[in-house]
């Protein structure tokens, strides 16, 4: 966390894109009724379609992002696939 500066403020692992998506929502409520009117467009657009364009990037494996401008600060909530193979059982050997 990077306060008076530029940085990373959180992470979140989610298990499934749309858990990813609703954090995305959930922090942009959050913060909506701090923008200036063009910037409260492009939330709204995200609220009605924007989240299935989000949506439909993760399930195809492509990360997405998305942006807004409060004042002088830039606000962007960016997710990726990350997969994953699973472990192998450890071998175990009987002297």
């Known amino acids: 966390m990077t306060i008076g500066g530029s940085g990373l403020v959180a992470t979140l692992e989610a ?3 749309l ?3 609703r954090w995305i929502k959930t922090a942009l409520r959050g913060v909506v ?3 200036d009117p063009p910037q409260t467009a492009a939330a709204a657009v995200f609220f ?3 989240h299935w364009t989000a949506l439909d990037a993760l399930r195809e494996n492509r990360p997405f992002a998305f942006s807004i401008h409060c004042g002088t600060t830039h606000i962007e909530w960016s997710v990726r696939p990350a ?3 699973p472990l192998q059982p450890a ?3 009987r002297l």
Do not use: I, R
Request: charged share 5%.
């Open 91 to 93: 071998c175990v050997a």
């Open 83 to 85: 997969l994953f193979l």
């Open 33 to 35: 009724g701090s923008l």
């Open 15 to 17: 298990t499934h894109p």
């Open 19 to 21: 858990q990813a998506v």
């Open 48 to 50: 009605t379609d924007g």
